[in-house]
């Protein structure tokens, strides 16, 4: 199993629409959770991070975290074509060498006209 | 504020060459990252220093691989001899914390896409 999984995609959705983007991790001891996106040809960065069960809101994107089902989730509302990018989950979780963030092989989301 | 600065931004080699590749952090961040990402994958980190120490090496190969931070700041990575699986894109980042269970907020360079052909 995965440390971090993502569904590879592509996602497609409509512009305005709600996309939704999951991952699961398999540490149960994991603390802290991050989404990232990445254009085609260009670096990741950082757009979200949550620590908490529930939901964290910031603009048009929303993160979802359920630890006792491991798993997080950002959803991005009125979705527009600038969203069209890779959209990275990233745990931090714990090896030898202390806290490590790992990432998942990232989820393509297209956002169509 | 400047960001994370990576040279070159392009390489081409032979296999068996050698490459390094040269990273400059934000000013003030003591944590600095290597990360490899192939296409179509996340980044793998390769090693984590704080400061001049390198806390996580564990995925690092170190039979072809090194890496130093002198002083703390700029750090190079160096591949000696290249294999034809060595392509893809070397990212580095930094951040001003890390180790801690809620340190993830990392600040990534342009990369460096090396070609081994």
């Known amino acids: 199993q995965k440390e971090v999984e993502q569904n590879s995609g592509p996602l497609s959705v409509p512009e305005g629409a709600i996309a939704s983007l999951n991952c699961t991790y398999s540490?149960?001891?994991?603390?802290?959770f991050f989404w990232y996106r990445q254009y085609s040809g260009k670096s990741p960065e950082l757009i979200m991070f949550?620590?908490?069960?529930g939901d964290k809101e910031d603009g048009r994107f929303t993160a979802q975290l359920n630890k006792a089902s491991q798993y997080v989730s950002l959803l991005i509302r009125d979705s527009q074509p600038s969203d069209s990018a890779t959209y990275l989950c990233?745990?931090?979780?714990?090896?030898?060498?202390?806290?490590?963030?790992?990432f998942g092989t990232g989820t393509q989301l297209k956002v169509e006209l | 504020e400047a960001g994370v600065v990576q040279s070159p931004r392009y390489k081409i080699i032979e296999k068996k060459q050698p490459v390094a590749f040269w990273c400059n952090p934000i000013?003030?961040?003591?944590?600095l990252y290597w990360y490899l990402q192939n296409l179509g994958q996340g980044p793998e980190l390769l090693i984590r220093?704080?400061?001049?120490?390198?806390?996580?090496d564990s995925q690092l190969p170190k039979d072809r691989f090194s890496a130093e931070r002198l002083k703390g700041v700029d750090s190079t990575l160096k591949i000696q001899p290249a294999e034809l699986g060595d392509s893809a894109v070397y990212l580095c980042?930094?951040?001003?914390?890390?180790?801690?269970?809620?340190?993830?907020?990392?600040?990534f360079g342009e990369g460096s896409r090396l070609t081994v052909l």
């Open positions: 980042a930094s951040s001003q914390i890390a180790g801690t269970s809620y340190s993830g907020e990392l600040f």
């Open positions: 540490d149960r001891g994991s603390q802290s």
């Open positions: 949550i620590y908490s069960n």
């Open positions: 990233a745990v931090n979780i714990l090896t030898g060498g202390g806290n490590k963030l790992t």
């Open positions: 000013s003030g961040h003591n944590t």
């Open positions: 220093y704080e400061n001049e120490e390198a806390v996580d």
